[in-house]
């Protein structure tokens, strides 16, 4: 299957990037290289890109698409790392970093990957499939209660308990389908019509955990703008409200880092503001986008700039 993804927030992307020509930049989710093909554009043969992806099958297709760039370095990694990357690259600064996060359009539709409650395909959900867990070691594995702490904690699904109980008392479960139509069978009949497909949620859960999504945002974003060069820029689009919030919260607190209690009359902690907010409110798709690609619908972008 060849690798398709449409790369939302594209030009929103580029613009908060502003990108210098002889800039070096990091593309973290490389995914089939749509973003990275348009900084590539902008940049002279003095700058540079890195691309970094877990998922082999991304790296090959971007590196296929971005053949004719001869100031491109792919990497396969989690951008977790980037720290140890970009070191290991002799790279100390850079100039700006993208994250598109969540799944690819090429990782839900290729139904062998298992991310897709639409396609039956054994239950996989690992974007670097050198990884160890699964979504079947979580969904046969986890106790009733570390199922249901995930599923409540990663999907925001009411009916956490139920389903997770639902899983446990027909074990062993090895495909997709048939973890869809226990959660379908686990949601009382007037909730299903709620927000979607009702097994949405659930696989959102298992698919956070089987790849710790959130668990490594909060790092990872502390070292990327400390990789940053002064004016340079990070840029993350979001999908679910989780992952917003991290974002939001950390740029929050990187924009005012000052721990003083309120009561005192003036700050006497010395914290220095360590970005400033491009945009105080996400960039969200344009209606024609959102018609266009259905999946862009809950995408945010948030950015900040290095001080």
């Known amino acids: 299957m060849d690798f398709k993804h449409v790369s939302v927030l594209l030009d929103e992307c580029i613009e908060a990037l502003n990108i210098k020509e002889d800039g070096i930049y990091v593309d973290c989710t490389l995914g089939g290289g749509g973003h990275s093909s348009e900084i590539l554009k902008k940049l002279s043969e003095k700058g540079r890109l890195i691309g970094i992806d877990q998922d082999k099958d991304a790296l090959k297709a971007a590196s296929e698409r971005l053949k004719e760039y001869k ?15 970009l070191e290991n690259l002799n790279i100390e600064k850079v100039d700006g970093i993208l994250m598109d996060l969540g799944v690819s359009s090429y990782q839900l539709d290729n139904a062998d ?22 979504a ?5 594995d986890y106790s009733e209660e570390e199922l249901a702490d995930v599923i409540k904690s990663f999907g925001e699904e009411r009916f956490a308990k139920r389903i997770s109980n639902f899983i446990v008392n027909r074990r062993p479960i090895e495909t997709t389908l048939q973890l869809a139509d226990i959660v379908m069978a686990a949601i009382p009949g007037k909730f299903k019509k709620d927000g979607g497909h009702p097994a949405k949620r659930t696989f959102q859960a298992i698919r956070i955990e089987v790849n710790k999504e959130l668990m490594i945002l909060n790092k990872a974003i502390e070292d990327s703008v400390e990789a940053l060069n002064s004016d340079g820029r990070i840029a993350i689009i979001t999908f679910h409200s989780l992952e917003d919030r991290i974002v939001k919260n950390k740029f929050k607190e990187l924009n005012d880092p000052c721990n003083c209690p309120k009561e005192l009359p003036f700050c006497v902690c010395n914290k220095k503001p360590i970005v400033n907010l491009v945009s105080r409110k996400p960039i969200e798709p344009s209606k024609e986008e959102q018609e266009n690609n259905s999946r862009s619908r809950s995408s945010k972008l948030r950015v900040a700039r290095k001080i």
């Not at 639409?118 to 867990?133: G, T, V």
Request: aromatic fraction near 14%; glycine fraction near 2%; charged fraction near 25%.
């Open 113 to 134: 990957r298992g991310f897709s409650y639409m396609k039956d395909a054994p239950l996989d959900m690992r974007m670097d499939r050198e990884n160890s867990l699964s």
């Open 71 to 85: 100031n491109t370095t792919f990497v396969h990694n989690n951008f977790y790392n980037i720290k140890e990357i």
């Open 136 to 140: 079947y070691n979580v969904v046969n």
